[in-house]
């Protein structure tokens, strides 16, 4: 993880390797694509708590260098990148979408790579004060067959994201009796990727609410 979240900032800091960045961000995409189609994220099976908490870790480690490079972009790009970081939203979403039978609770989770991503990238635009990015990225729309095209926003952001149900969430260990245990399980996720994309930061907490208090507003 470490060595792509350094190929991104290297690429990143010379406009002349931008072939090279989106190259990079094409294969790690690519990657993750076909790790989301294994037998570990089978649609089919039972409930459980286990086999949710389970999942969500499973969403998170596959993500995981994809999203801290999407955070670095955020934090470092100059609006060149965000089309490329569309294109993976883009990507994410309509795989998630490909398959709608099976288990409810996991079809729904199937765009929680996307979330993620989404999260990462919007934190680091929020780190970086790019705010008109940052509206542009909530605004920006999302489309699948035979669907309504929807805002990003709309879509993917908290309660707004068909995953999200709170009663959902509370499942996972020390959440349980939260109000808001999505937006605190990013926040957890995020604090443990930040150092990639945020560097130094006295309040990270702040600033994540930073970034929830832009998507509500949008």
Do not use: C
Not at 19 to 39: K, S, V, Y
Not at 81 to 97: C, I, K, N, S, T
Not at 114 to 135: E, N, Q
Not at 192 to 218: H, I, N, P, T
Request: cysteine-free; hydrophobic content about 45%; proline content about 2%.
């Amino acid at each position: 993880i470490e060595l792509l979240v350094n190929s991104a900032k290297r690429y990143l800091a010379k406009p002349e390797h931008r072939i090279q960045l989106d190259e990079l961000f094409a294969q790690e995409t690519e990657r993750l694509l076909t790790q989301l189609d294994a037998e570990a994220f089978t649609l089919q099976g039972n409930w459980s708590q286990e086999a949710f908490r389970s999942r969500v870790g499973l969403y998170e480690s596959v993500t995981e260098p994809l999203a801290r490079m999407a955070g670095v972009l955020g934090r470092w790009g100059d609006d060149r990148e965000f089309g490329l970081v569309m294109d993976v939203l883009r990507a994410l979403y309509h795989h998630a979408g490909k398959i709608v039978s099976g288990l409810t609770v996991f079809v729904n989770l199937r765009s929680y790579p996307a979330v993620l991503i989404l999260t990462a990238y919007g934190i680091g635009l929020t780190k970086a004060k790019r705010w008109k990015t940052l509206h542009q990225l909530f605004s920006a729309v999302l489309a699948l067959e035979h669907r309504e095209p929807q805002r990003v926003v709309s879509t993917l952001f908290l309660w707004s994201w068909a995953g999200g149900e709170q009663q959902l969430w509370q499942n996972l260990e020390g959440l349980e009796k939260r109000k808001t245990p999505l937006s605190d399980h990013l926040l957890e996720v995020m604090t443990e990727w930040k150092k990639s994309f945020v560097g130094v930061d006295g309040d990270f907490e702040l600033l994540f609410e930073r970034f929830e208090m832009m998507g509500a507003l949008v």
